[in-house]
């Protein structure tokens, strides 16, 4: 080999040398600062309060269209470790979010979770998305030209018990600092020895409230629960232990009233007093669907109003009506509205948007 050559290929060497030294200089400069691309990141959805950071929805919503690139959300995340993610959302609707990757540093940043699937239906839509056992929550609209109010989700209950499912209320007025709040349906059971019917869907709330509904064979509606309005509580203290009661008859004609087991010992306060004794609910059929009914914005077709009379029994006493009220249950979606007393007084627990009902 030539002088001139050998000095080539030591040059050759050496600089591929440097290059394999320079190389492994950044994997681990990369290693030791970040834990490299094996590493899993952490964080967080919520801010230091515990409430869940804003979450923008970016682009159109339409029946029967794929999404595409212009469909996304954009979630903010404080990651305290750096490392591969995964952020993901629940599917809805025939709709879907998700971006996995990796980041280099801790701190706060933005996510865009890529939109896929196709909406199958024309409704609001809640999402779960969750990250590091994190969970939080951001919706969609979908929308269909042409398409008018009412109609069913396919479901033909007039009270969905299907897992999944839920509700976003609104309390007019405000009760206390509670505006609005979602009911959302477990997938936990309940079975009750001696109770007809004895198996119950869990209905749960963020706050960690649970409520237990039933359908028996018959298609009746069952509560296991005081004889309160659904979700809004009446009495001023109550036993441990729930009653079984019918809330809904479908089936039943308009007219046709039953009443509930007595519950107690219950506590009622008035301005001076403090009664304790028992109550009962009387349920009767006002109307069956002869009027659509409007709430949130939408139309419901085919729904009940079922009046609801609380009576209260104080020791050595009889029994009085407490309070009335309206519950307002539409096929395919549920209780849409609930109207408790009247006039100046009056409290609704109205839907805020129209349900997701899987």
Known sequence: MKPTNILQTIRRIALLAGVILAFNACQKEISLETGGY???????????????????????YMVDTPLNGDNYVVVNVNFTKAGKYKIYSDTVNGMWFLDSGFVVSAGQTTIKLKGKGTPLFEKVSDFAVYF?????????ATSNAGSGGGGTTGNQDYFPLTFGSSWVYRYSPQLGTTDTFTVRIAQQLVQVNGVDPSIYWQFGTPKGDTFY???????DYYALSTVDFDYTLIFDSIPQNFISYIFLKPGANV?????????????????TTKERGVAKAIFT????????????????DNVINVKRDILFKPDGGSYRTLI?????????????DQVLGSGTGAQNVPLYKAPDIK
């Open 38 to 60: 094996n590493g899993t990141a952490e964080g967080e959805l919520i801010d230091s309060l515990g409430f869940c950071k804003s979450i923008s929805v970016k682009g159109k």
């Open 132 to 140: 590091d056992n994190n969970l939080c929550s951001f919706t969609v």
């Open 213 to 219: 509904f039933s359908k028996s064979n018959a298609g």
């Open 255 to 271: 007219g046709d009233s039953w009443e509930t087991g007595e519950y107690g010992k219950v506590r009622v306060d008035g301005a």
């Open 285 to 300: 059929i006002v109307s069956k669907n002869t009027a659509s009914h409007t709430v949130g914005g939408k139309t419901y």
């Open 324 to 336: 009335s009220g309206n519950s307002y249950y539409a096929k395919g979606y549920g209780l849409i």
